[in-house]
């Protein structure tokens, strides 16, 4: 069975730091492009970033270029998302998916505020 | 950036009545490789998003023959034939065409 866990959420300063991970089961995980997808609270979905297989291509929204770092390490079928220099505007439940969105994690919450 | 704009923002219907949504691109998605990478998801209160549909019209392994997509270039349709309870939620259009990826603001389906 597929499966995605994010971990890492929580409640954080402006312009502090957090780091995001996912842990992917039940299908190779190097085989695939994964992603990070966000959403505020009562607002839609938005995409963030996302990585190639090897995690040599990665690609992010124009909002969090310079400040999140998406990140993968195959060995330990964990996907990342470095999220630094946070904003309030960050706040948001965040997803992690495989890339063609036919498996999605159950999200975690990221709070950032003072 | 790619703008998608879904219509209607809420769509309320009857158990049973048919329902279609719009999305409508800022530009064509048309990737280079001549695939256009649209798809609709379902996202039910408290949950993860669903995919049901990809590349404009085939549907997702266990949805529905009911969800039928549609359109080419920059205009596409999601129909949904004969809703049922589990089809209420938020649809949201999303492509994967052009970087950086983009969803439409969604359209509630609920009920009248």
């Known amino acids: 069975e597929v499966q995605l866990v994010e971990s890492g959420g929580g409640l954080v300063q402006p312009g502090r730091s957090l780091k995001l991970s996912c842990a992917a089961s039940g299908f190779t995980f190097s085989n695939y492009g994964m992603a990070w997808v966000c959403q505020a609270p009562t607002k839609g979905l938005e995409w963030v970033a996302s990585i190639s297989t090897g995690g040599g291509n990665t690609y992010y929204r124009d909002s969090v270029k310079g400040r999140f770092t998406i990140s993968r390490d195959n060995a330990k079928n964990t996907l990342y998302l470095q999220m630094d220099s946070l904003r309030s505007e960050d706040t948001a439940t965040y997803y992690c998916?495989?890339?063609?969105?036919?498996?999605w994690g159950q999200g975690v919450m990221v709070t950032v505020s003072s | 950036d790619v703008v998608l704009t879904q219509t209607p923002v809420a769509q309320p219907v009857t158990l049973g009545d048919q329902a279609s949504i719009s999305c409508r691109s800022s530009?064509?998605?048309?990737?280079?490789?001549?695939?256009?990478?649209l798809e609709w998801y379902l996202q039910k209160p408290g949950q993860s998003p669903q995919l049901l549909i990809y590349k404009v019209s085939n549907r997702f392994s266990g949805v529905p023959d009911r969800f039928i997509g549609s359109g080419s270039g920059s205009d596409f349709t999601l129909k949904i034939s004969r809703v049922e309870p589990e089809d209420l939620g938020v649809y949201y259009c999303?492509?994967?065409?052009?970087?950086?990826?983009?969803f439409g603001a969604g359209t509630k389906l609920e009920l009248k």
């Open positions: 999303f492509q994967a065409t052009h970087d950086p990826y983009t």
């Open positions: 998916a495989r890339l063609g969105g036919d498996y």
């Open positions: 530009q064509s998605l048309v990737h280079s490789n001549g695939n256009t990478y």
